[in-house]
């Protein structure tokens, strides 16, 4: 039976409905929506949410971050200009109607550091005003929009603020890629350099007296723990040998931690309220009622705790949401993030491992198109980015896209990836271009040991690191891929260090621990370059790229495509004038996947 092609305006076209949730005062569901193409926020009474009417008047990238303020009338939503970053914050009256822009400088981003119910006319924003690799603290007062300068940054990569906004330190990277987390005015806690990624304070009890930390030191895994400030002495909440705490939910009113997910094939988790226990097994309950098996999510911004929101991410279909009525134990179905995918039949992420070339243990994930033998398949891989990062089970559009046309998509988590512990992810440290790339290639191998992956089909494409991990691909293996797929990839890991946004100047240390020393491994950072192997192509490349990228620039895309046009390569090139890292407009991705599919189906037949 032949599978119907999901149009691509329906994958990566706008969703319908995104990221709901109750206002403050419990009386208003807000959520993000297309305006005249644009996505943007919209309000309803919570009891008729098909009264909406929309608040903003965005027509550039769309608003993807947005939140409601506890004075009860105040949204507030980040907008930057054709993906450079620079976010400014936008304030909407709510009553009024009326929006003005509470950041409005050039070239300066604006973070919202904290807002608290305690404090309902206060927000703390970060802003590189002064010095643009830095973040001073700024108060902002939501009734006059003054902004007030109430901390200078000594250096912090990051700020550490209690629930009654009183700032209390930060964290600040060392020259070995360590990092010293900082509290009341004293270095509080050296943290080794293969701990960084696993370290950070989550916040504090009402009372600020305890501080809730997640923490490798002395384990595998992040580990939660209270730490009593007074006495130093630490008591571990929740971990796991293997697997590290990936999430927490806290109560919103006291700061306690309740839950604690494990980033296993499919989330763990781990109870440490009775009472928050009891409403999500009723959750559950409901959803398996409805015969939904999926991964469970609730937010909860009403201040009285009766109203909450769900998401329900089954893996094979849209993002379901839901509001929670606590009283009465039921769900109230609002709808999916986008009801065009409803007639097609999407297909299931599918974990799998396997051993890779020095005996450590890869876990990863599979999506099979629908239907279909897995015998000899035609398979893409799809490399993720960060690369401090992983894939989870999820609804993932490019997994939709590829098994829906007939490949098996490949995610594989390669060492260096996040939530197996410290051990598996400090792996990677340095091996961009090596083990990392080796892994990639044992997947491959894994599955056509199978039967179920053709050797002679095979591609691979990524975003950002992932990108990187194609033309690596491309470079230094040219036998394996059969073309390959570059999405704001870079191709020179020397100029990638030496570019970036000043704001990413403290990571610095960091990039150099993980990534390579420009000043003491230059040629290594040479020969881990796909540019450096130009000349070994021999797979057609599929270059794309943000124009305003501050991250991976420009240049990147520019270097490799000039080198390819040198050599006489096949290559094609997109750029995108009014895009940063990554694609955020519905009519760029449209172009961009209709490029990907057309260029796979020529390549891999």
Sequence with gaps: MTVPLIPRSVLFGNPAYLKPEISPDGRHLIHLAPDDGVMNVWIAPVDRPGEARVVTRDRGRGIRTYGVCHDDRTLFYLRDEHGDESWRLYLVDLLSGEERCATPFDGVQARV???HRRHPETVLLGLNR???????VYRLDLPTGELTRVAENPGYLSWIIDSDLRIRGGTTMRADGGATIHLDGEPWLEVPYEDVMGTRVLGFTGDGATVHLLSSIGANAARLYAVDLASGTQTLLAGDPVHDVTRVELDPLTGAPQAVAFAKDRDEWVYLDEAYAKDMARIRGELALRDVDAEVYADRTDRSGDLWTVSAVTGAGPVLY?????????????GNHQPGLDPYRLARMEPFEYAARDGVTVHGYVTWPPQADRRN????????GGPWARHTFAFDEEAQLLANRGYACIQV?????TGYGKHFRNLGAKQWGAAMQTDLLDAVDHLVGLGAVDPARVAIMGCSYGGYAALAGAAFTPGVFACAIDLCGPSSLLTLLAGGAPYRTPLASFMRAQVGDPETERDLLWQRSPLSCIGDVTAPILVAHGANDVRVTQDEAEQIVAALRAKGLPYEYLLFEDEGHGLARPENRETYYAAVERFLAEHLG
């Design 130 to 136: 002064e010095r643009r690799h830095l973040h001073d």
């Design 377 to 384: 398949l035609p398979a893409v891989v799809n490399v993720h």
């Design 413 to 417: 988590n390669f060492r260096g990836s």
């Design 113 to 115: 550091l904290a807002h």
């Design 322 to 334: 839901y509001v929670y009525e606590r009283a009465a134990g039921r769900l109230r179905y609002l």
